[in-house]
């Protein structure tokens, strides 16, 4: 497996642990703020960005449906309302954002519809071939080992099944650009100390997306692990990105 940049960014340099424990706590850490900060930060256009995003599953119509990083379960969520599926299973490594997902899962009378486990996108508990389409929102530069985590999606994905990929990208326009580091460098951070006493997690978030391969960098690497139809789309003058492959 090849070793990208953003595998080995961590948000916490001091520590021993490994990229999956310290990306564990850091989410345990900010989950009471997480929905909060996600809609101050992005002004709310973070709900839209997953909007669009699942309407690339629309066509597919999948009945049962993995959505890998749930973290509070916005995107298993909206999931549920846009895509009216059988089933969706989330899984993700913080026991905090899962406690709080679940939570809002059962104030919406989504039980029935939505099922939340603790999961290892590397290690996927489900058998080949289980899910007709599998999501991840915000949760790919996390990934300890990418291309082992987007293997081990293929793999339980089923034939003719669709990935998709919601993932901040770089913008390139000159003055968005400038505009865009100034906000990463200084007020996102600012803001997650300010409002989860945690800047670690929001500088961590910079970094990260810096090193992310995005673009025709992210399809080649789905390319190059057999997914078939890649492409991207760029959402908010590149702020962020849609990925999508199929099985």
């Known amino acids: 497996m090849t070793e990208f940049a953003h595998d080995s960014v961590v948000p916490y340099q001091d520590s021993k642990h490994t ?34 995003a699942l309407q690339q599953l629309a066509p597919l119509a999948p009945k049962t449906i993995l959505d890998v990083a749930t973290g509070t379960a ?9 895509l009216h ?24 009378g989504l039980t029935n519809t939505i099922e939340l486990l603790i999961g290892d996108s ?21 990934f300890e080992d990418l291309e082992k985590g987007l293997s081990e999606i293929k793999r339980v994905l089923k034939p003719g099944g669709k990935l998709v990929v919601l993932e901040f990208s770089k913008p390139k326009l000159f003055g968005v650009k400038g505009f865009y580091n100034l906000y990463m460098n200084v007020v996102a951070p600012g803001a997650g100390k300010l409002f989860s006493k945690n800047r670690e997690a929001y500088t961590y ?15 080649s690497i789905l390319d190059n692990l057999g997914y078939h139809n890649t492409y991207s789309k760029t959402l908010s003058l590149g702020i962020c990105s849609i990925y999508c492959g199929e099985k």
Do not use: C
Not at 74 to 82: F, L, S
Not at 91 to 102: A, V
Not at 124 to 138: G, L, P
């Open 19 to 52: 990229k999956k424990e310290q990306v564990a706590e850091m989410f345990d850490n900010i989950s009471p703020r997480y929905d909060f900060l996600n809609r101050f930060l992005s002004a709310g256009i973070d709900i839209k960005w997953r909007k669009k």
């Open 74 to 82: 916005d995107v298993a969520i909206m999931a549920a309302a846009q």
């Open 85 to 108: 599926p059988d089933k969706i299973t989330g899984i993700d490594i913080s026991k905090g954002m899962l406690e709080i997902g679940q939570k809002k899962i059962e104030k919406l």
């Open 122 to 142: 590397e290690t996927i508990s489900f058998e080949d071939n289980t899910f007709d389409a599998v999501t991840v929102a915000f949760g790919v530069r996390n």
């Open 205 to 219: 978030l910079h970094h990260s997306i810096k090193k992310f391969p995005e673009g025709k960098n992210f399809t």
